[in-house]
């Protein structure tokens, strides 16, 4: 399978990057590690004419740790480099755990933190070949018409795969997006919009440049569970991300959940907020992460059966909130 | 006396491959590696429909375009062919029909691949679609819109067998126990993709064929046939083969595809597969159904077993008549069953042609089987391990369908897995959600029978010995990765006395090395391992004979050894291999000498309607117990342990032989947990290396090898197979430990967390259904 031909730019500065977005409109696309866009080239998912290659804007590349600001993350950030940052793992351990999780070693070598955010949206009837999908007759989100996991649905059910966007929305994070016009900044959990095919509020010409965690989350205690088949190199089947912060008698102050890879979004999960003021409970947990699957609805995008990934967002749910508060300061 | 040099054999010496070296440094050739002056590149055009009529085709607008230099489709190459002779049921390209999603109906040499694959985007095809069909089930129900015209209900082939008598047989059961059982496709994935470069000289009219092939001889007389050539001009050669697993043990599209471009281009022509088209090349492990009903006393002796199996072939025959009746035949030689009965369907349905994989046939048969004899033996309350000791064979002895057995080394795999695993002290003992499980399996060390019947010997081995005492083997065997090259050397340098460095290999050049029928029913280190021996014994004879005339001793006062040769019982003879070389060379002034291997009259079965798959000259066994913790409340399987017992006869090269093992384990373990070609009407959705999950490192358990030696009587230095015959146990002894650990039986592959959970549900409601009954039943 060859790639379709384009020609590649390397611009070294962000305002480069920003000049040939702009120059170039919708035949450009944005590639750092291009472990997700690369195979997508190949199956003739898109077809750019120009590639803007930012692995040259090294402002870009970078892991900052302020005492005000709280932690800033360059797009460029290798997902590697976020898996091993010390910084990273003794303030905001829920990231650290997704940041392992993704992909492979190699791929997380190549992979980027502005990637892993931006990853495309993922289906069976999507992600394969131009003779594949032609044999098909296409889907909603690619030349098609009909969504094949949901007959009729008007919106696309590409699931969002990444892994430590989860995270990040736990930690209440915000992304900073550059363009022509100047810079804005965003929460994270409204870079995304829950439809497979729009997936981001993200404008054509705007790069993210970095990601900015508040001091505020720094310290919460967190994991990240994740449901694949392989204990490598799978994408998620299911994720879910808790991180806390309880006071030191053991009442949760704050608690965020996120799923990823069960919606076309990232999403928070609203019945966190019945842990607040609370002392730990399994009971309470349980009725938590039963009301999580509210939040869930994958369908056959990917192996596994929907039932069997609701299923399991309840059952991390539970096992995420009791290891990171079951063993807090009350016990 | 003459100087001696004690060295210790290479027979049963842990030594690398010949080929590591270059294999680990890149400088090792595979097919796709391979380039030649003014080389075309080859895209194929596969069909978008299940089944259906090709109207009419129109390759004109993909000819004009620039860049494109040849386009061929079925019209031009109309000769059927297929790895059987009595499945010659494919043409290069469809003539008249699509049969799958996948089928290849033209193809395209162009400058680039670029421009080849934009040359297929311009072929028209106007097809007439189909009804097609998918499950085997119904397939076999079918009257017309027939997938080949000339198989009535779209069954390949049936077999009936019938040994001893079953009826009677469960009439002295004790205890009849009947379950059906589903083995999803699965697939080679090897981890090269199949490639292959075609040169065509059109002065003398000869093909030069590259090819990632198992079987060079038989691509050779088939690129013959299709392409209708003299054989004579065509030439195969296999470079390194990055796995083979039986992916590339039948001719593959592919390699005629190429040869034909290249004729028509004139210029050299390579075509490699995108993984896609490795998985509708496909020839993988059909799914099968396995209905079984097996009787035993209360003593756990078998009585009868009775199998109706249907296998899911896809568009064509392939290997599939040999995988039917091994899914039989192979019900014995493993244990003492006195009364067997066999029905067996080889089904067509529109789906890529499915063919040999590792362990060819016996797999899923033996799945069945040894699951339902480990829930037997929990019926009766008997160890599973003894109800099998209770079973075993006796040999020598010929089995009900006149399989003959003379080495048995598989009491004493039991013995070595029961001691290392600590079984007595587990199985039933461990805590919930962990758990142990034993299970055994078989395979063939080739198939005594020759696909093509011929009286001629199946492996031959030309050796030469140059002047300077270089030894070179010309084998027509093919290496592919498991070791073939190597042990060649091994047992050449042995019977010769040399050390490994002083003998070289030249393999799998059909222009330069005799025939070997190839790297198929695990049949290499026997077959072409004894061809090899018997040329290094008629080279030794002729040099002892030259040096024991020149120098008037007798040839029984003669031994090579450390390089040289040396006199004995008072002989103070000593002499380099070179020196003999030159006396033996002669006149002639060349060294040559020969050796083949032909499998006994005696080990090549029965004389029944398929007797002729399933006989081989010698039998492996394995067994294995494979522990397991499971989390009941996600299903998830974590494999903790496997230990492993192997009768490999007589290891030649113990690193070797561990690596095929541990190998063949790791194939089952992906097969049971989470392997399968995933089909949607005909459409694999998982066609690559990302959606098909073989297992990652992360769900390698730590697999402990034991070589059990049972020094076959007619092996090369007692040697047996020990690349196959281990996968199919690990399924069943994985299976068993998740009944261990959390007590359900599962009959459906893979075993995943869903089926588990969906069983937990199931038994805990039978359980408040009936409470009281035991919780393991």
Known sequence: MSLPSFEVVRPRTLEGALEELERHGPDAQMIAGG?????????????????????????????????????????????????????????????????????????????????????????????????????????????????????????????????????????????????????????LRELYVNDGWVRLTKR?????????????????????????????????????????????????????????????????????????GKRYDPSLVDEVAHEAIRTAKPLRTSASTMEYRRHMVRVFVRRALNEVWANGPHC | MGETTTQSSPIGARVPMVDAVDKVTGAGKYADDLTLPGMLVGKILHSPHAHARIRSMDTSAAERLPGVRAVVTGAETPVKYGILP??????????????????????????????????????????????????????????????HDDRPH??????????????????????IRQDRFDCPEVTHAALEPHSTLARYDAEDGTLTVWSSTQVPYYLKKTLAATLQMPEEKVRVIKPLVGGGFGGKSEVIPLELAAAVLARKAGAPVKITYTREEVFLANR?????????????????????????????????????????????????AMYDIPNVKFDGYRVLTNKPACGAMRGHGTVNTRFAFEQQLNRIASVLGLDPVEIRRRNLLHPPCVTLNNLRVLSYGYPECIDRVVERSGWKEKYGKLPYGKGIGFAGSHYVSGAANPIIRSAMPQSTVNLSVDRQGGVTI????????????????????????????????????????PVDLGSYSSRVTFMAGNAAIAAARDAKRRMLQAVARAYGVAEEDLLMEGGRVLGRNGCPLSLTLAEAARLAAGPAGVLTARGSYNTPEESRGG???????????????????????????????TVDRIVVAHDCGKAINPMNVEGQVIGSVWMGLGQALQEVVDY??????????????????????????????????????????????????????????????????????????????????????????????????
Not at chain 1, 78 to 93: D, K
Not at chain 1, 229 to 234: E, G, H, L
Not at chain 2, 687 to 711: D, F, K
């Open chain 2, 86 to 147: 009595v499945g010659h049921d494919e043409t290069i390209f469809c003539v008249d029909k699509v049969r799958y999603i996948g089928d290849n109906v033209a193809a395209v040499a162009a400058e680039s691949e670029a421009i080849a694959e934009h040359a297929l985007r311009l072929i028209r095809v106007d097809y007439e679609v189909l009804p097609a069909y998918f499950d085997p089930e119904q397939s076999m129900q079918a009257e017309t819109n027939l997938i």
């Open chain 2, 474 to 513: 010309f084998t027509g065997a093919s290496e592919i990765g498991q070791g073939s090259d190597t042990v060649q050397v091994q047992v050449v340098a042995a019977e010769l006395g040399l050390p490994l460095e002083q003998v070289r290999i030249v393999a799998a050049d059909t222009a330069r090395t």
């Open chain 1, 35 to 187: 472990t997700d866009l690369v195979p997508s080239l190949k199956q003739g998912l898109f077809s750019p004419r120009v590639l803007v290659d930012l692995k040259g804007v090294r402002e870009l590349d970078f892991i900052r740790f302020d005492r005000e600001a709280g932690l800033e993350l360059g797009a460029l950030t290798t997902i590697t480099r976020l898996a091993q940052s010390p910084v990273v793992a003794e303030y905001f351990p829920v990231l650290q755990a997704a940041a392992k999780t993704v992909a492979s070693p190699l791929l997380r070598n190549m992979g980027t933190l502005g990637g892993n955010l931006c990853l495309d949206t993922r289906c069976l009837y999507y992600n394969q070949s131009a003779f594949w999908r032609e044999s098909l007759g296409y889907c909603l989100k690619k030349e098609g018409t009909v969504c094949h996991v949901a007959p009729g649905s008007s919106v696309c059910w590409a699931v969002f795969s990444g892994d430590t966007a989860p995270a990040l929305m736990t930690l209440a994070a915000t992304v900073r997006l550059a363009s022509p016009r100047g810079e804005r900044e965003i929460p």
């Open chain 2, 607 to 637: 004389t029944f309607k398929g007797a002729g798959v399933g006989p081989s000259p010698a039998y492996s066994y394995s067994a294995q117990a494979v522990e397991v913790t499971v989390d009941p409340e996600t299903g998830r399987v």
């Open chain 2, 680 to 777: 949607e009407n005909g459409r694999i959705k998982n066609a690559g290396l990302l959606e098909y999950r073989t297992a990652s490192t992360l769900e390698s358990p730590p697999v402990e090898t034991i070589l059990v030696e049972s020094n076959d009587p007619e092996g090369p230095f007692g040697a047996k197979e020990a690349g196959e015959g281990s996968l199919a146990a690990t399924i069943p002894a994985l299976t068993h430990a998740i009944y261990d650990a959390v007590g359900v039986w599962i009959d459906t592959l893979p075993v995943t967390p869903e089926r588990i959970l969906r069983a937990l549900q199931e038994k805990q409601q039978a359980e408040w259904k009936s409470p009281g009954t035991g919780a393991r039943m």
């Open chain 2, 284 to 332: 993988g492990r059909p799914r099968q159904i396995v209905e079984l009903k097996t009787g035993v006393t209360r003593q756990g002796k078998l009585t009868a077993v009775e199998a109706r199996i249907i296998q899911d072939g896809g568009a064509y025959c392939g290997y599939g008549v040999v995988t039917i009746l091994y899914s039989g035949q192979l019900l014995n």
């Open chain 2, 154 to 175: 779209n069954i390949e082939r049936e077999y009936h067998h019938h040994f001893g008598n079953v009826e009677e047989g469960f009439a002295q059961a004790d205890y």
């Open chain 1, 204 to 276: 054509h010409d705007e790069i993210l440049t970095a990601v900015r965690i508040p001091l505020s989350s720094a310290g919460w205690k967190g994991t990240y569970k994740k449901l694949r088949i392989r204990n490598s190199i799978d994408y998620p089947l299911a994720g879910v991300a808790v991180a806390m912060r309880w006071a030191s008698d053991g009442v949760c102050q704050d608690v965020r959940i996120a799923l990823t890879a069960v919606n076309p979004a990232p999403r928070l999960v609203e019945a966190a907020a019945r842990l607040k």
